[in-house]
């Protein structure tokens, strides 16, 4: 009687150990990268560009502000990342959230790119927000000056001896 209960206990530890290490053997083969964030090259991070134009006058007018966009991503324990949050994707839902047309002298003013999200205990949810105003170019920047008609003094060159 005794050997049979040495036989199923046998078989339960088998049992147990197919049930742990079958899953594990699994996500194993998934395409999941595992490499921590914090062991991460900076190579491996998204590169922002920036143009810098010049809002003074009366040369553009404002047609939408507040526009934001997101893109999220998931995190297994925090530190494996299943799906990353882009600033592509987010870039690319501000454009077509603005309505953002080609052709047209319309630009992006003031943006603001936040990183964030909210972290649990078993998986983290990453997020990136970014903001702007869209604003359009009228036409060549006049000064106040121009624009109420005072005269404008222009500089005399110094005299040559």
Same mark, same amino acid.
């Given at each position: 009687?005794?050997?049979g209960?040495?036989?199923?206990?046998?078989?339960?530890?088998?049992?147990y150990?197919?049930?742990?290490?079958?899953?594990?053997?699994?996500i194993?083969?998934?395409?999941?990268?595992?490499?921590?964030?914090?062991?991460?090259?900076?190579?491996?991070?998204?590169?922002?560009h920036?143009?810098?134009?010049?809002?003074?006058?009366?040369?553009?007018?404002?047609?939408?502000? @507040? *526009? !934001?966009?997101?893109? %999220? #991503?998931?995190? =297994?324990?925090? $530190?494996?990342?299943?799906?990353s949050?882009?600033?592509?994707?987010?870039?690319?839902?501000?454009?077509?959230?603005?309505?953002?047309?080609e052709?047209?002298?319309?630009?992006?003013? @003031? *943006? !603001?790119?936040?990183? %964030? #999200?909210?972290? =649990?205990?078993? $998986?983290?949810?990453?997020k990136?927000?970014?903001?702007?105003?869209?604003?359009?170019?009228t036409?060549?920047?006049?000064?106040?000056?121009?624009a109420?008609?005072?005269?404008?003094?222009?500089? !005399?060159?110094?005299?040559r001896?």
């Amino acid at each position: 009687m005794a050997a049979g209960y040495v036989l199923a206990g046998d078989l339960m530890k088998w049992i147990y150990a197919f049930l742990v290490l079958a899953p594990l053997g699994a996500i194993a083969q998934l395409p999941i990268p595992i490499t921590p964030d914090w062991l991460r090259s900076d190579k491996e991070s998204g590169v922002l560009h920036s143009t810098q134009v010049q809002l003074f006058g009366n040369n553009f007018r404002v047609l939408q502000t @507040n *526009v !934001v966009a997101k893109s %999220g #991503g998931f995190k =297994l324990l925090g $530190f494996i990342t299943i799906k990353s949050p882009s600033y592509v994707k987010a870039v690319s839902r501000l454009y077509a959230k603005a309505g953002v047309a080609e052709g047209h002298a319309q630009a992006l003013a @003031n *943006v !603001v790119y936040e990183t %964030g #999200g909210m972290n =649990l205990i078993l $998986f983290s949810l990453p997020k990136i927000r970014v903001r702007a105003d869209l604003v359009e170019f009228t036409g060549p920047p006049r000064l106040e000056a121009e624009a109420t008609g005072a005269k404008v003094r222009e500089p !005399v060159p110094p005299a040559r001896n």
